[in-house]
């Protein structure tokens, strides 16, 4: 349904995307993951047609989109990250709205209409305004907005931003029926946990590039016997000379809190106790952990904090 092929912008001498390509079948959802700044915002705009492409393509059900408002676009529903709906017009209103700016026809409209607000579970609250509604039911319409034109392409950027764990799970079984409709889904998210449960594929991208592209168990099992391993230690441990031992990688302490990736938990977990032993360090207590979707996305892209 939406193949991207090496799309590349720049903004003056700020290389936003350099090279990346993915593809999103129907009925399949693709995680979009990456730092702050590293490009995901810019692929999606050029996936909506928003921003010019300096290189590359976007080919949606066998087209090639443009930045004019071609027919294409209709084919794609976009939820952005900020809430986009009109406050002080109903519910309903909002939705026939969007509907006629994509052209649906009066008749069709009514039934998206009321299919759209079923499925968010704010039917009973069509007349109301989104002034009233609380930020979860935003989101929901937000949702519902997108889905008004039935398109056959979704683009959620992060829309679990700001909500209640009640309204990211209705979020998330709304996802999970549009996907079983053989809609294609792009989800964009700052929540390692949601990726996982959502995407049957993981796209991470860092500096512009596609850094990482599979399954998500896929990419876990590539870290092998890798586990996270967390400390409460006494004193402040060398950090650069902990992360030159043997197998461990991605040191950071907070307080009394250390922790660290170890690439072979049985191998390099008993070295590192003696290390930190040897260094005078007081070993209070000690957990570890298979690593997770969240480790290989450090794991790619570090821990250093990006603006």
């Known amino acids: 349904m939406l193949i991207v ?3 590349a912008k720049s903004y003056g001498k700020t290389r936003a995307v350099v090279d990346v390509s993915f593809s999103v079948e129907r009925g399949q959802v693709i995680g979009l993951l990456g730092p702050n700044g590293a490009g995901k915002s810019t692929v999606v705009s050029m996936i909506c047609g928003l921003v010019p492409i300096d290189a590359g393509k976007v ?4 087209e090639a989109i443009t930045s004019d408002a071609s027919p294409l676009k209709r084919k794609i529903g976009l ?5 986009a709906l009109f406050e002080d017009l109903g519910a309903r209103r909002n939705l026939e709205l969007f509907g006629t700016l994509y052209g649906v026809d009066p008749a069709t409209l009514k039934d998206r209409v009321g299919a759209a607000l079923e499925l968010v579970g704010l039917a009973d609250r069509a007349r ?3 002034a009233s509604f609380s930020g979860g039911m935003k989101r929901r319409l937000n949702i519902a907005a997108a889905l008004v034109h039935d398109p056959d392409l979704l683009i959620f950027d992060e829309p679990t931003v ?3 764990p ?10 999970e029926v549009l996907a079983a409709r053989g809609k294609a889904i792009v989800y964009t998210t700052h929540y390692m946990e ?9 796209v991470i991208v860092d500096h512009g590039h596609v850094v990482a592209s599979d399954a998500p168990a896929t990419l876990v099992r590539a870290l092998g016997d890798t586990g996270v391993m967390t400390v409460e230690v006494g004193g402040q441990v060398d950090l650069a000379t902990l992360g030159a031992q043997p197998g461990v990688s991605n040191a950071a302490q907070e307080g009394e809190t250390l922790t660290m990736t170890i690439t072979d938990l049985g191998s390099s977990l008993p070295h ?3 290390w930190l032993t040897s260094q005078g360090h007081d070993i209070r207590r000690l957990t570890s952990a298979r690593a997770n979707l969240e480790d290989v996305f450090l794991s790619l892209t570090g821990r250093q904090l990006r603006d």
């Open 5 to 7: 092929d090496h799309l």
């Open 194 to 202: 949601e990726a996982e449960r959502l995407a049957d594929h993981i």
């Open 166 to 175: 009640q309204s990211r799970n209705a979020i998330f079984d709304n996802l």
């Open 128 to 130: 109301d305004t989104p």
């Open 79 to 83: 939820v952005p990250q900020d809430i």
């Open 59 to 62: 080919t949606i059900d066998g």
């Open 162 to 164: 700001g909500v209640d």
């Open 272 to 274: 590192v106790l003696v």
